[in-house]
């Protein structure tokens, strides 16, 4: 009888100890007050753009707490990495972030340049270059038809994605691939340009302001989107900066670090553009400097275009990759914002680690102190603007 | 004949749905019973040939306190599946208060003549449009009425702003 | 060919005289004359559900092929010619698809819910004018009428978000709600405007005050306005749309619903929309009136001519703020409208 008993007990208790691992929220269920409730959003939502989970707490539509629930497609990249030959991990780093991998790749080729010393022909930069800005756009892009989905806007998207597509044709005439290029190589460039690009390139250049303003007018500046956005998610500096909040979400809150200005790799610092920021640091702040960004990319792309010597397009690089043992740190201005690639070499063809540090991680981080006390609605609104891509969160 | 027919299943359709008011375990079934009871008064209205009052009947029983009735369901914590009590503490003065009412409709229906009342309505439908009638005689010899009925309301509306700002300032 | 001819221009005539016509055989063969008014009521709901249904396909249709046309994009172009029986075949595959209940669901208000909101869109059919005297039944409530049926739907996305047990749809149903009521006053102040000015509810009545093309739109132009903006929120649609905003609430009230029943919300939508177009075209518009054309076709394009601005608006704009959809309502067109019945008003006296 008494033995049954205790059965039954741990039977109980056990029970108890599942219901509470399923619950995993840093707020507790019982701590609720009569008039809070919580809320999945996601790990399936229309607006969390992947498998992302936000747990929100809420009070009628007002958000009073929410805790992000990252880690569903984890694939451990790093470790898998370790166990590859450098040359097999570039693939990799264009799955952290599929929508703007040129700049993933970059970090990542720059790492491994360091390490083995290579010097890089000026026209493979060039051509990095133009494949990043080109890149960048295309993100923007992407990210201004998901915002436009994420506000109810449904028409946005068509007309992003029309110049998007001329991008993306431009791309993979370059590299072959659409979305994820793998186009890089240690010391170079995998081919040089192929014919029409250059002219495809000018046509898009020619007419490619005019749409911005356009898409400009058809939801940056449309009055329920102002007003929907104006003062809603406001991200101090400092919070920003104590986060490591990076790109145009930083940007936004009126903090000019763009690496391409303040730390340039490769040419960057023979081209003349302005880092884009905003005043408030509000989620209109943060849509305008996309915005701008992609003007300033477009000049880039004019000074590269028109500056783009003859020459090779890859250095002297070994058959076999085996930097001297050591370890490097390399970082790039991604359309997130700043991608690192850090290295340790242990003298053998395989990294003996790798670590990636992804701006979408710290991007998100910040969420929690921006959203709340917002609306529902305003979540979806912060969560767009700081433009997150999921893989690149879970790694 | 037909007007029978139609009159026997309203009047069957309310009671039905009234009883299952009454009798639901479900507080949300309840407010949708309690819809189509006054549904079936509006369809009963009409027949009569007010179809001024079915109108106002629906829009204001049922497209308001109906719905504000269910709206207040849903901000209660989810009861989804869980059946409400129907008997409280309260058992006696209920008793009263239904015994009351019941007498007060059975004094009603047999203090009623019902011949001149039917007559009266037979010659009330042969009006084209009763809802001008209304309206006359809502602002002439029901002027006091009426503006005593919109005082009411607004004291009911004041009321509630009231006691909604004072819980926000007890917040702060 | 006469006969014809009037049929469509001056529909009420032949149409009573084809009554009489069959209530004259229909005593001579000793029938109660009840059963024959019967099956004249049954017939005109069948002519009624018709216009709904094939009304309904065409304007889904319609609002593709215009928001394709919008977003540069070609639309439904493979089933059938031009894509025409592109909601045939959604609709025949909303059809067979299984119908999930999920576990948790309330279900008398799960399965009434589709049904609630479906009924009252087609009640309100019975008091559209289509033509001259082409009328279901000319109800002296007319307007009253439409107000009264529209304002049921209420419940049955109440019924849909709480039934479904699901925090998204509670959310949308307790949205929908909150909408509704508040766009329905500044909706009846406007209404009431044209009521005031045509001095009657009956529907014909309206349609006749507005004869000889003094439309309502040109005195009643703030109303007229109003009455498109706070009928866009009454229906749900986008800028409007967040019951059902889709990047918030997944699908709102409608989350949980597959198959037929998730087809009758769909329905509704789009038979909300036409209704809302067809009332404002009777009521601002002039109704059927028009010049060589028959009456039910002017009523058509009038109808599709506000179709086609709330669609303009739907793909256009992005959706609003809850908080600013409540103000909105409120602050500006609930002022407005009453400002604009008290105009009114003061200007009928005078004038």
């Given at each position: 009888m008494k033995a049954k008993k205790v059965v039954k007990d741990q039977k109980t208790n056990k029970k108890e100890k599942t219901e509470n691992m399923t619950i995993k929220a840093p707020f507790e269920l019982e701590k609720l007050s009569n008039d809070e409730y919580i809320l999945n959003m996601g790990p399936q939502h229309p607006s969390t753009h992947g498998v992302l989970r936000i747990i929100l707490k809420l009070d009628g539509e007002v958000v009073k707490d929410l805790y992000a629930d990252v880690g569903y497609i984890h694939s451990s990249v790093e470790k898998m990495c370790e166990n590859k030959k450098y040359e097999m991990i570039m693939p990799y780093t264009d799955r952290l972030d599929y929508l703007s991998a040129v700049n993933y790749n970059w970090a990542y080729a720059l790492a491994v340049e360091k390490l083995m010393g290579i010097t890089i022909p000026e026209r493979a930069e060039y051509i990095r270059v133009m494949l990043a800005e080109l890149n960048r756009i295309m993100s923007h892009l992407l990210w201004y038809s998901a915002y436009g989905m994420d506000v109810g806007a449904l028409t946005p998207i068509m007309y992003a994605f029309r110049e998007r597509e001329e991008v993306i044709d431009m791309i993979e005439g370059m590299t072959g691939g659409r979305l994820t290029h793998n186009a890089f190589r240690f010391g170079g460039f995998k081919n040089d340009l192929q014919k029409g690009f250059m002219d495809s390139l000018k046509k898009f250049i020619g007419h490619f302001n005019d749409k911005i303003d356009e898409y400009e007018a058809l939801l940056i500046n449309n009055v329920i989107l102002t007003a929907r956005t104006k003062g809603v998610g406001i991200l101090s500096k400092e919070t920003a900066?104590?986060?490591g909040v990076t790109g145009p979400s930083l940007r936004g809150s009126d903090c000019a670090i763009d690496l391409r200005k303040t730390a340039p790799y490769s040419i960057y610092d023979k081209f003349d553009f302005k880092v884009c920021t905003g005043k408030n640091g509000d989620t209109w702040d943060r849509l305008k400097v996309r915005m701008d960004e992609m003007r300033e990319s477009t000049k880039i792309l004019k000074q590269a275009m028109e500056g783009i010597p003859a020459g090779d397009i890859m250095a002297k690089v070994p058959k076999i990759i085996k930097p001297a043992?050591?370890?490097?740190?390399?970082?790039?201005?991604?359309?997130?914002?700043?991608?690192?690639?850090y290295i340790i070499s242990d003298g053998t063809d395989k990294p003996y680690r790798i670590k990636f540090r992804s701006?979408?991680?710290?991007?998100?981080?910040?969420?929690?102190?921006?959203?709340?006390?917002?609306?529902?609605a305003d979540v979806v609104a912060i969560m767009g603007s700081l433009d997150l891509v999921i893989p690149e969160i879970d790694r | 004949m037909v007007e029978l027919i139609l009159f026997y299943a309203f009047a069957g359709v309310i009671i039905f749905s009234a009883m299952l008011m009454v009798l639901s375990r479900n507080i949300f079934h309840s407010a949708l019973f309690l819809a189509v009871t006054l549904l079936g008064v509006a369809a009963l209205f009409a027949m009569m040939g007010s179809f001024f009052i079915a109108g106002i009947q629906v829009l204001l029983y049922i497209g308001a306190v109906v719905v504000l009735t269910i709206f207040v369901i849903n901000l209660t914590k989810q009861v989804i599946g869980q059946d409400a009590p129907q008997v409280n503490?309260?058992?006696?003065?209920a008793i009263i208060t239904s015994l009351l009412a019941a007498c007060l409709i059975i004094l009603a229906v047999l203090k009623t003549d019902w011949g001149t009342r039917i007559a009266q309505s037979v010659a009330q439908t042969e009006l084209t449009d009763n809802t001008a009638l209304i309206g006359r005689q809502l602002l002439t010899n029901f002027v006091i009425p009426f503006e005593v009925v919109s005082v009411l309301l607004l004291a009911a509306l004041i009321g509630a702003i009231a006691i909604v700002s004072r819980d926000k300032e007890a917040e702060k | 060919m006469e006969l014809i001819k009037e049929l469509f221009y001056n529909s009420g005539k032949p149409l009573g005289e084809l009554y009489t016509w069959a209530h004259g055989i229909w005593a001579g063969w000793g029938a109660p004359p009840f059963l024959l008014d019967l099956i004249f009521q049954i017939i005109i709901g069948v002519a009624v559900a018709l216009v709904v249904v094939l009304n309904a396909l065409w304007i889904i249709y319609y609002d593709r092929k215009l928001s394709a046309l919008m977003q540069i994009r070609k639309g439904p172009n493979r089933v059938g010619p031009l894509g025409l029986l592109q909601t045939i075949a959604d609709t025949v595959k909303l059809m067979i698809k299984e119908d999930i209940n999920p576990k948790a669901i309330d279900v008398l208000s799960f399965w009434v819910a589709p049904l609630i909101i479906f009924v009252p869109t087609f009640a309100v059919f019975l008091v559209l004018p289509f033509g001259k005297g082409l009328i279901p039944a000319d109800l002296n409530i007319g307007i009253l009428y439409v107000i009264a049926i529209t304002g049921l739907t209420v419940i049955g996305i109440l019924a849909a978000g709480w039934g479904s047990n699901n925090k998204y749809s509670l959310i949308g149903?307790?949205?929908?709600?909150a909408q509704i009521v508040s766009y329905e006053i500044p909706m009846m102040l406007v209404i009431l405007s044209v009521v005031l000015l045509s001095g009657s509810m009956k529907m014909s009545d309206i349609v006749a005050a507005q004869a000889n093309y003094k439309w309502f739109v040109i005195p009643q132009i703030i109303g007229f306005i109003v009455f498109l903006i706070?009928?866009?929120?009454?229906?749900?649609?986008?800028?409007?749309?967040l019951p059902e905003a889709e990047s918030e609430l997944v699908a709102g009230f409608n989350t949980e619903y597959s198959a037929m029943k998730f087809a009758f919300f769909y329905l509704a939508e789009y038979t909300n929309l036409f209704l809302t177009s067809a009332i404002g075209a009777t009521l601002f518009l002039g109704g059927w009136e028009g010049p060589f054309l028959p009456p039910i076709v002017w009523f058509f394009i009038k109808t599709y001519f506000v179709v086609t601005i709330l669609m303009w608006?739907?793909?256009?704009?992005?959706?609003?703020?809850?908080?600013?959809?409540?103000?909105?309502?409120?602050?500006?067109?609930?002022?407005?409208?009453?400002?604009?019945?008290?105009?009114?008003?003061?200007?009928?006296?005078?004038?």
């Open positions: 900066m104590s986060y043992p050591g370890e490097v740190y390399t970082k790039v201005e991604s359309a997130r914002g700043e991608f690192g690639v701006p979408s991680f710290s991007n998100l981080s910040v969420l929690k102190e921006i959203a709340i006390g917002s609306k529902i | 503490e309260h058992v006696i003065p | 149903g307790l949205r929908s709600a706070v009928g866009n929120a009454e229906i749900n649609r986008a800028p409007f749309d608006i739907r793909w256009t704009f992005p959706r609003i703020r809850v908080d600013h959809l409540m103000e909105f309502s409120w602050k500006y067109m609930l002022p407005i409208a009453l400002l604009n019945l008290v105009i009114t008003a003061i200007v009928i006296k005078l004038v």
